[in-house]
């Protein structure tokens, strides 16, 4: 058996408990070591009783579950916290809303087992149940993307010693958004591979405010920090999709080049720009309709975000390439 030990940060949220009853279920060689890092903010102090109810449903894992503090700046340094706290060769990260498979102990030996000396990271399967009967909402469809993703942490296997001498992850990204294709573009430069596993594990879909997608826009710094650090293909490098943000940057200029010139009188123009803002957004709004369920309340949903999308999307990259202005290549840094 190769040694691995299992990491998962967590906002103590109450996927938590499903997701540590699954580890616990899961048949065959168990981790050696569980840390789960509690993320959530120390100030006002934490309720210690979510905790303590999901460390319930480990069985005998329990004894082998260490709890550590986080300092509530985000996935990158609480799996670095993590990571600091494992000895074993290999270490698993485990995201909190993630449901291993019942057979993923014994996958994941498989995948060890199969790992060469020159694999640093093995990624497992995630699957994102979406609903039958019907088309996907368009925060569904948010949550199944990531799962397709290259290099998602959400269950990712890595050699703790090439994780290491990485630096880890890079805690300069503050969401769960990023961190893992950078970790994995440092480590693929470094000379190491990363080889997909066979394990399986489950991310269901929770329910998200109306507004979840217009929050998730401050993944647009994120990608400024990219830029500065992997260079302008880093989308290629990553093998991600480019997305929207040109778009919404000139949506964005549009309306708000509409706005000027209406206040100092240029109407002609103004209505120009107005009408290149109003078929921008409309255009964005028909290609998030098209694909879902198209109810009114979905609709409803779609459109009033449509609105506030590209200039939300616009502003964090904007902030981001900014606060990220003099941050050198990662290359260069790690000279």
């Given at each position: 058996m190769t040694?691995?030990?299992?990491?998962?940060p967590t906002l103590v949220r109450d996927t938590l408990a499903d997701c540590l009853a699954a580890l616990a279920a899961a048949h065959g060689p168990r981790p050696e070591r569980v840390v789960l890092v509690d993320d959530r903010p120390p100030t006002p102090v934490p309720d210690p009783a979510p905790l303590e109810h999901a460390l319930t449903v480990?069985?005998?894992?329990?004894?082998?579950?260490?709890?550590?503090?986080?300092?509530?700046?985000?996935?990158?340094?609480?799996?670095n916290a993590g990571l600091r706290a494992v000895t074993e060769p290999w270490v698993v990260f485990v995201d909190d809303d993630v449901q291993v498979g019942p057979h993923w102990?014994?996958?994941?030996?498989?995948d060890l087992d199969e790992a060469t000396p020159d694999t640093a990271g093995v990624p497992g399967v995630i699957t994102v149940p979406?609903?039958?009967g019907r088309r996907p909402t368009d925060g569904e469809r948010g949550t199944a993307g990531p799962a397709?993703?290259?290099?998602i942490t959400a269950d990712t296997?890595?050699?703790?010693?090439?994780?290491?001498?990485?630096?880890?992850?890079?805690e300069r990204f503050p969401r769960a958004h990023r961190e893992d294709a950078d970790l994995a573009l440092r480590l693929l430069d470094a000379g190491w591979?990363?080889?997909?596993?066979?394990?399986?594990?489950?991310?269901p879909v929770r329910a998200a405010s109306r507004w979840e997608s217009v929050r998730r826009q401050r993944g647009n710094a994120d990608d400024a920090l990219m830029r500065r650090l992997h260079g302008p293909d880093w989308w290629d490098k990553a093998v991600a999709p480019r997305g929207r943000i040109r778009r919404h940057a000139a949506i964005t200029a549009a309306g708000a080049a509409a706005c000027a010139l209406a206040v100092t009188g240029h109407r002609r123009a103004a209505a120009a720009c107005a009408a290149g803002w109003a078929a921008g957004t409309a255009e964005f709004a028909r290609a998030r309709i098209v694909p879902g369920p198209r109810t009114p309340d979905e609709v409803a949903t779609v459109l009033a975000t449509s609105v506030v999308i590209p200039p939300a999307a616009t502003w964090h990259r904007l902030a981001g390439a900014w606060r990220h202005r003099r941050a050198p290549a990662w290359r260069e840094a790690a000279r």
């Open positions: 040694p691995y030990a299992v990491v998962i480990l069985g005998d894992l329990r004894a082998r579950t260490t709890v550590l503090p986080g300092e509530a700046r985000g996935p990158a340094a609480a799996r102990c014994a996958q994941l030996q498989r979406l609903p039958g397709r993703a290259r290099w296997a890595y050699r703790t010693d090439a994780l290491r001498r990485a630096g880890g992850f890079d591979r990363i080889r997909r596993g066979h394990r399986t594990a489950l991310h």
